[in-house]
């Protein structure tokens, strides 16, 4: 029995049609059953997809429109209980390339979403962010961080009073995802060789049904102005090509512009502010004046100083063996 009561709500994804927004409306759909999700996405195709893929229920409602149209945002949002910000640019290459459109989508989107939900009070506004917003080293990890920082600090704007509440999820690789390395390894095993970046290189490693699940938690206990940070393994570069092409050859091709050796989930400036619990890590807010210190005071404690989140300082690692068995869930 869920405390939260997900039937009374209405729920609006941006970016609905991607791998998560799927996943999110599937979970919802099967076990929590809200009375209205709204999916909204700027592409008509991918919406006519999703409805002849079977994505078809009484309870679904799709809207054509984009974040950087703030007046159909707020439209959109009437009547909306829990706004989901899952639309993003999100390929680091394309936003190198075009560097005005990644921050007219990331960063202005998202202020047109927190201007849209504090128009139409929407009580819970959860933002899906990523491991390349800590300490950035290129322009969508930098796009990303800034949203972070509005979502945050727009509890400010919403006071004390106010019902809406912002908070942003922060988190690593999805497994099978569109933008994953999987796909590519898979389409290079028809050659027999498979290109590998760096032999070092480490990444943080979730499936979708986890973030997902992580996401709706963090929705049911969000406060306003936390990053949620889930406890999730790492995984090497090798390990992945071995349990996917074991006996293609490897070809070392280096690092990409904008890309780390390493990804960070939380970093040292951050530890002051961060309280660990048993299955996540909530960075709290370093300025908050709406903020209640006692709700997450009771569940954990703070992280020493300089600690670090990284994907090579990790406790947790799956082995090829474990990579072998989440690649044949389907991913």
């Known amino acids: 029995m869920h405390t939260f009561d997900w039937r009374s709500k209405n729920v609006l994804i941006t970016g609905g049609t991607g791998s998560f927004g799927k996943q999110f409306i599937t979970t919802l759909l099967r076990d929590y059953q809200p009375r209205r999700i709204v999916v909204f996405s700027r592409d008509e195709l991918k919406q006519h997809e999703m409805r002849t893929a079977g994505f078809e229920h009484p309870s679904l409602r799709y809207f054509i429109g984009d974040v950087r149209d703030e007046k159909r945002l707020r439209r959109a ?68 961080l800034a949203a972070e920082k509005l979502f945050t600090q727009s509890n400010a704007y919403a006071g004390n009073n106010r019902s809406t509440r912002f908070s942003s ?16 390894f898979r389409e290079q095993m028809k050659t027999g060789k498979i290109t590998i970046t760096d032999p070092r290189m480490t990444r943080f490693w979730l499936t979708l049904e986890q973030g997902v699940a992580f996401v709706i938690h963090c929705i049911e206990s969000m406060q306003g102005g936390e990053v949620f940070v ?29 890309e780390k050796l390493h990804e960070m989930l939380i ?13 996540m890590f ?50």
């Open 267 to 279: 970093a040292d400036h951050e530890a002051r502010y961060t309280r660990e619990l048993q299955d």
């Open 230 to 258: 889930p406890k999730i393994p790492s995984m090497n570069i090798l390990d992945l090509a071995t349990a996917i092409a074991p006996d293609c050859e490897r070809q070392t091709v280096g690092i990409r512009p904008g």
């Open 169 to 184: 999820v922060r988190y690593g690789n999805v497994v099978g995802s569109r933008g994953s390395v999987i796909p590519l």
């Open 282 to 331: 909530v960075i709290e807010p370093s300025t908050h004046t709406w903020w209640r210190d006692d709700h997450w005071q009771s569940q954990g404690q703070i992280l020493p100083e300089n600690f670090t989140y990284s994907s090579d300082n990790n406790t947790q690692w799956l082995s090829v063996a474990d990579l072998q068995a989440l690649l044949a869930t389907g991913a």
């Open 77 to 144: 949002f009437e009547g909306v209980d829990i706004v989901v910000h899952a639309a993003a640019l999100k390929q680091v290459p394309a936003c190198e390339y075009n560097p005005l459109e990644a921050i007219s989508t990331n960063i202005d989107g998202a202020r047109h979403i927190i201007d849209a939900a504090l128009d139409t009070n929407v009580p819970r506004v959860l933002a899906l962010s990523t491991d390349k917003a800590v300490n950035p080293a290129n322009l969508y990890g930098a796009t990303k």
